[in-house]
């Protein structure tokens, strides 16, 4: 039961390229996450989805877009990268609907860095 | 601007000592406080939650304690272990989840 994975787990990017972080979880899920996470920031929400091909925004979404075409995939896409999208991204995942909607499992993360 | 705020940003605690994180939030709506902890290069795990109607949650050495009318919650770490040093965000759920900046706890042996 590997619970919520993460590719990759590092990356380099320039400004204007764009890249596709994937996200698994093997738990059987309804819900999944993408936050980014800066320093003195927290953890701020950036898509989520509620189920199979539903997607919706949370608080920071712009010049992020995400897809879940499967229940247990869930993208995140930047389509032309900026330095101000340098940071770490978790992938969440939780029961849904009839569950304790705070208790998320997150992912090891992936840390990107836009020169 | 966050609609948790936490401090402080770092804390250090001798081994045995308590360690105590507090978090304020404005936003009434919230239903449900938890508390993560984030080891180094991994994701946060949940460690507690509360719900606002309830004023104190303990779980072994990790207590939570709520006070509603002043809107404030905060972590304490009893007896507390070099193994406890991490980060530690709170956070508020209103269907979605605000969090706190996040406090870095390291505790000295």
């Known amino acids: 039961n590997a619970g919520v994975t993460q590719t990759p787990k590092f990356r380099v990017l320039k400004t204007g390229q764009s890249m596709t972080l994937l996200c698994a979880q093997d738990?059987?899920?309804?819900?999944m996450y993408w936050y980014r996470q800066d320093p003195g920031m927290g953890l701020r929400l950036i898509h989520y989805?509620?189920?199979?091909?539903?997607?919706a925004k949370g608080e920071v979404p712009d010049g992020y877009n995400v897809s879940r075409l499967k229940k247990q995939n869930f993208l995140l896409g930047l389509e032309s990268a900026a330095p101000s999208q340098t940071s770490v991204y978790f992938c969440?995942?939780?029961?849904?609907?009839?569950?304790?909607?705070?208790?998320?499992?997150f992912g090891p993360g992936t840390r990107l860095t836009v020169t | 601007q966050q609609q948790v705020k936490q401090s402080p940003q770092s804390l250090i605690v001798q081994k045995g000592g308590i360690s105590i994180i507090n978090c304020a939030y404005e936003?009434?709506?919230?239903?449900?406080f938890p508390w993560y902890q984030q080891f180094p290069g991994k994701g946060p795990a949940l460690l507690i939650a509360?719900?606002?109607?309830?004023s104190e949650k303990k779980e072994g050495r990790f207590t939570i304690s709520f006070n509603k009318s002043a809107k404030q919650f905060s972590l304490h770490i009893m007896d507390s272990q070099p193994g406890d040093s991490a980060t530690y965000f709170c956070?508020?759920?209103?269907?979605?989840?605000?969090f706190g900046a996040g406090t870095r706890l390291t505790v000295k042996p």
């Open positions: 969440a995942s939780s029961y849904g609907e009839g569950s304790l909607p705070y208790e998320q499992y």
């Open positions: 738990m059987n899920h309804e819900y």
């Open positions: 989805s509620v189920g199979e091909g539903t997607t």
């Open positions: 936003n009434t709506a919230f239903d449900y």
């Open positions: 509360i719900r606002p109607d309830v």
């Open positions: 956070a508020a759920y209103d269907n979605d989840m605000r």
